[in-house]
């Protein structure tokens, strides 16, 4: 048999069918899976063989027909018909629908019309298990033979049924069967299938009402919604403290060690310092306050997107989205923004208006991303020791606070922009509450730290050192005498002064657009000009560091709010240039947070 | 069956069993997209809840729950199958 052979292979189905985890199951990759409707925006690519040959697998968007409503359905529409912008493109050697046995009747016009196409078409019934604990059934024989194309039952999350669908997928691909286009309408024929091949009790769905009936109740909805921000908060600020003193004590002996074999082997004192006392100590900063709050946060958070509540928020807070002239689609890519912003700004896909998907880009940095979210839980501690509090449930109120003040600047700026530069009516949409599923504790912890944190991280890393290495050379490098920092600093000071803060922070905060995690590091570099930050024993010591350079409770607040609302990093600034196509969009996205940021500090620091 | 009046999905209360009988407003961006969903006529469409604060409301469509605007909604005309309750 040849293995030499390549073969296009494009994955299609509805949205939140599973259709990312049989991606990762069939290619061994890792893309990230999420019980929420458009988690997948950009299609990955991923490969593995069959006897039949090599196969390289196209994860389409997840799109409901094929007709083109939005952008994703154009994509899949145009990607199965074999059209493209140049024209000329073949088109895939096979397609494999992935359908949701819990709801096979509606998955099967997205099958019918991908199978009208004439394309080779491999059925793959999702969700069996699903399925089969809600009582429902699916006769994959019966079906098979009714559609006339291979169909294969399967339970991607338990990898049950893949070598079923490999081996199926071999055969299509060794012998395709051309098939006729057909003229028939899928929809009334994917009821009449469904109907003879899927059992459903009444009650299939009768513990997801219960649930719904609690989470987006009436009097019950809302409390839930900030009692959960508020416990994911609380669990996140309770346990990084502890990790974080046991990393910074580990790293600390590294630094020393890395010193000491430097010193040993007759490096010069400059470039041991520039390494330890610059780049290394930055670097282990990161490392040490910045990934513990990641490494709880992602698991915690990604436990609710497992679970299948943002769905459900997008649900409760759509009116208020709709008052603001917004989609309520928006709420999906707000939380997605808890991750990382960049992702988030990709994720307005989901969003069909071009309007509403604008004011959702431009809006999208008000919540706190993964890495300003560890700086806003380090100036949180920074703030209990300034004003005496003593933690407990204080540093969980604050941290709930901004970010509830980050979600009213969300509405607020939508809002404006509705009104404004953006006019136009709220268009329509349609949002899929998909059925809960119970999280996979192992796999939601080992995944999210493994390919979010350690990514989140490893960016974060690749920056601290070089910006450390920056930051300790204008320090050390002197024009006149004068270090080059000082220059900088002193020329930027009258701005942060009017708003609560200094010119160190404001330096801090423009080296730091690369990545957020290394403000606090830049900071105490950048008070310790031509000095050395003392080392990382733990976040203690950053209250004593800061209150000697003339911080009170107000410029950790007044930094808080900064951090929170400022110009966003530059990976999503980047993003936004290429999901907008214009530099006056992304000129405004970085600007107007800017703007809003410095003058709610001028304001907190005129009135207090 | 016996005959009952036409309403709106929109007017649906909770746990009220419909029969989409038509779209109004073909013209209107949604109408693609609610067939796309399954709602086409004779399609039979359980309202299972509104949003606490309004302005949305999840309907059972062909085995899926789908939140809707009441503006989308609105476009949607049904018979009653049942009340809340039987």
């Known amino acids: 048999m040849s293995t030499d052979k390549n073969f296009t292979v494009a994955l299609a189905g509805n949205p939140n069918v599973g259709k990312s985890t049989v991606f990762n199951a069939l290619t061994g990759m890792h893309q990230h899976t999420g019980n929420w409707p458009g988690k997948t925006v950009a299609g990955a690519l991923g490969t593995f063989t069959v006897p039949a040959g090599r196969v390289t697998l196209v994860d389409l968007p997840g799109t409901y027909s094929l007709a083109s409503h939005s952008p994703e359905e154009e994509v899949a529409r145009k990607y199965i018909c074999g059209e493209s912008a140049g024209g000329g493109r073949l088109p895939p050697d096979a397609v494999i629908v992935v359908c949701d046995a819990c709801c096979l009747e509606r998955n099967l016009i997205l099958a019918l019309q991908v199978m009208n196409t004439g394309v080779p078409t491999v059925v793959c019934v999702n969700l069996m298990d699903e399925a089969g604990s809600r009582g429902i059934t699916v006769d994959t024989d019966k079906l098979a033979s009714l559609l006339g194309v291979p169909t294969v039952p399967c339970a991607a999350r338990q990898g049950v049924g893949l070598e079923g669908l490999k081996e199926v997928l071999s055969k299509v691909l060794s012998s395709p069967v051309l098939r006729e286009t057909r003229e028939i309408d899928p929809v009334s024929e994917a009821s009449l299938i469904a109907a003879s091949c899927s059992e459903r009790p009444a009650d299939a769905a009768s513990r997801d009402r219960r649930l719904d009936r609690i989470l987006t109740g009436k009097f019950t909805a809302f409390p839930i919604m900030a009692l959960l921000l508020a416990v994911v908060f609380f669990i996140t600020l309770k346990g990084a403290g502890p990790l974080s003193d046991g990393l910074s004590f580990v790293l600390s002996h590294v630094e020393n060690f890395v010193r000491g074999a430097l010193i040993a082997v007759g490096v010069p004192e400059s470039v041991t310092s520039a390494v330890c006392d610059g780049a290394l100590r930055v670097l282990f900063w990161v490392v040490s306050v910045m990934l513990p709050p990641m490494a709880i946060f992602f698991p915690t958070f990604t436990f609710l997107e497992d679970l299948g509540y943002l769905p459900r928020v997008a649900y409760n807070l759509d009116g208020c989205f709709k008052k603001c002239g917004a989609c309520g689609k928006q709420a999906l890519t707000m939380m997605m923004g808890f991750g990382c912003n960049a992702a988030g700004v990709t994720g307005c896909r989901i969003i069909d208006s071009p309007r509403e998907r604008l004011v959702a880009i431009l809006t999208n940095g008000f919540v706190p991303c993964n890495g300003r979210f560890p700086v806003m839980a380090a100036l949180i501690s920074v703030l209990c020791a300034l004003s005496g509090v003593k933690s407990g449930i204080f540093p969980t109120a604050v941290m709930c606070a901004a970010v509830a003040l980050g979600i009213t600047l969300t509405f607020a700026v939508s809002l404006l922009l509705s009104e404004t530069v953006l006019r136009g009516e709220p268009s329509s949409f349609t949002l899929e509450l998909p059925p809960y599923r119970a999280p996979r504790v192992g796999e939601v912890i080992v995944r999210s730290v493994f390919d979010r944190t350690l990514f989140v991280l490893g960016r974060a890393a690749a920056v601290a050192a070089p910006a450390g290495l920056v930051i300790w050379a204008l320090g050390r490098v002197k024009i006149d005498s004068v270090p080059i920092l000082e220059y900088l600093t002193s020329a930027l000071d009258p701005i942060g002064r009017l708003a609560g803060m200094d010119g160190v922070i404001l330096t801090a905060f423009m080296l730091a657009l690369p990545a957020a995690e290394i403000t606090l590091p830049l900071m105490m570099l950048g008070y310790a000009s031509g000095g050395v930050i003392s080392p990382v024993r733990s976040l203690g010591v950053l209250p004593a560091i800061f209150s000697a350079n003339g911080w009170t409770a107000k410029t950790a607040v007044c930094v808080l709010i900064f951090t929170l609302v400022h110009w966003p990093c530059s990976t999503t600034i980047i993003t936004v240039r290429r999901e907008t196509g214009s530099v006056r969009w992304t000129l405004a996205a970085a600007l107007i947070p800017t703007f809003i940021g410095y003058a709610l500090c001028v304001l907190v620091n005129l009135i207090f | ?86």
């Open chain 2, 1 to 86: 069956m016996t005959y009952k009046k036409e309403l709106r999905l929109s007017e649906a209360g909770k746990g009220d069993v419909l029969t989409v009988c038509g779209i109004r407003d073909p013209c209107r961006g949604i109408a693609g997209r609610l067939r796309d969903i399954g709602l086409t006529d004779g399609t039979h469409v359980v309202c299972v809840g509104h949003s606490p604060i309004g302005g949305m409301s999840a309907y059972e469509i062909r085995g899926a729950v789908i939140a809707l605007r009441n503006e989308d909604a609105d476009t949607v005309l049904c018979r009653r199958t049942s009340g809340a309750g039987s």
